[in-house]
Structure formats: structure tokens, C-alpha cells
């Protein structure tokens, strides 16, 4: 299986600040990386696909980026909504792997 | 509009079954292949399994293989999980998805509970 390392586990940040999250995985999966959101009671929400790949609908300040084994998830300023549990995922192999969250919360 | 319904959840006792559908609407369901994910309690997700879109193809995560069978019914656009020999270790909401491959995890049904106690 490939195994994923998502850092940090949670992040407390401000309201326009710039954030970066990384996902690490076990073996290179070349651009076969996607990115959720989850806020409390709700389903994920696909932010990022094919490692940087934005999906339509989704504000231009989430980016992501990497290939191979490194990833990072990036906001560029903060939004209020954009305080939720965010998930990396792997699409290359079986079982679709995914990160253990990193939980954003407000400073 | 696309549409994923998850039902079937519920209370169920250790080593009991319990089969999970999703109904899907406002797409061409037999294109794509489907996927069931859970979440346990305050825990992370979990992929289950996986069927692509004729239903020729399955896998399973190794927590569940042997235990959970996918299948789905292209005329009815309903995809399925039968769960067996179940334990406290399932509790969780299972949610449903579809993949298209170029754009995996699109969309996501509102997610079922299982809970497994006696």
C-alpha cells in the first residue's frame, strides 16, 4: 500500500494569512494526487486534482503543486470558510490512500 | 444536477450484515466507476472499495476484503455495498462517490451511518 504523511496534523492561523500543507507518500505517484476539504457533518469536497489541477467552482486562492513522492497544498489568504479538515489522497494505486487530515482552525 | 444518496445505515449488531445503496441521478452513471469511503467517528477517511463502470473490476481495502462485497446496477443507477461478519471497527458514515478518472472524487453523496453495537 501506499502509505501518505500529511503535515502538520492542524494548523491555527489568521484570517489573510498564507498556508501550506504537504503530503508526503511512500512511493512516487507521479501527478496522481488530490486534495479535500471537509468542514463538521458535511461529505468532502474535491479542491485540487492531478497534484495542481484546480477544479472549476473553487476559489483561485487554493493552489496545489509536486510531483512524485512531495505535494503541497497551498491558500494564499485565508478566507473564514476556509477553516475545515483538508485531506490528500493518492489516485495511482489500490487502496486510494489518503492522508490522516490536517485540521485548520482560527488563531 | 448531480445527485448521490447514500441509504441503508442503522444500528446493527456485532457479526450482523447490512447492505448500503446509493442512488445516483443527474449523470451518466454507467460511465463512471464508483467508490465508497468511510469515517469513522472524529477519525480520517478511509477508502473502502472501488467498481469500475461495467462492474467488472472491484477492489477492496484490506480491512474489509472478504467482508464487503461492491456491486451496482447500471439500469437502476444504484451502486451498492453489501457489509457481512461486521464489527465495531465499521462504525463509521459511509459515504458514496463517483470517478471519472481525469477528475476522481467529484462529487460525494451525504454520507450513511453505520454503527455497529449490541
Known amino acids: 500500500d501506499i502509505q501518505m504523511t500529511q503535515s502538520p496534523s492542524s494548523l491555527s492561523a489568521s484570517v489573510g494569512d498564507r498556508v501550506t500543507i504537504t503530503c508526503r507518500t511512500s512511493q512516487s505517484i507521479s501527478l496522481y494526487l488530490n486534495w479535500f476539504q471537509q468542514k463538521p457533518g458535511k461529505a468532502p469536497k474535491l479542491l485540487i486534482y492531478?497534484?495542481?489541477a484546480l477544479r472549476s467552482g473553487v476559489p483561485s486562492r487554493f493552489s496545489g503543486s509536486g510531483s512524485g513522492t512531495d505535494f503541497t497544498l497551498t491558500i494564499s489568504s485565508l478566507q473564514p470558510e476556509d477553516f475545515a479538515t483538508y485531506y490528500c489522497q493518492q489516485s495511482y494505486g489500490v487502496p486510494r490512500t489518503f492522508g490522516q487530515g490536517t485540521k485548520l482552525d482560527i488563531k | 444536477e448531480v445527485q448521490l444518496v447514500e441509504s441503508g445505515g442503522g444500528l446493527v449488531q456485532p457479526g450482523g450484515s447490512l447492505r448500503l445503496s446509493c442512488a445516483a441521478s443527474g449523470f451518466s452513471f454507467s460511465s463512471y466507476w464508483m467508490h465508497w469511503v468511510r469515517q469513522a467517528p472524529g477519525k480520517g477517511l478511509m477508502w473502502v472499495s472501488h467498481?469500475?463502470?461495467?462492474?467488472?473490476?472491484?477492489n477492496y481495502a484490506g480491512a474489509v476484503k472478504g467482508r464487503f462485497t461492491i456491486s451496482r446496477d447500471n439500469v437502476k443507477n444504484t451502486l451498492y455495498l453489501q457489509m457481512s461478519s461486521l464489527g465495531a471497527d465499521d462504525t463509521a458514515v459511509y459515504y458514496c462517490?463517483?470517478?471519472?478518472?481525469?477528475?476522481?472524487?467529484?462529487?460525494w453523496g451525504q454520507g450513511t451511518l453505520v454503527t455497529v453495537s449490541s
Open positions: 467498481i469500475n463502470s461495467d462492474g467488472s473490476n472491484t
Open positions: 492531478a497534484a495542481s
Open positions: 462517490s463517483r470517478d471519472l478518472g481525469a477528475i476522481p472524487f467529484d462529487n
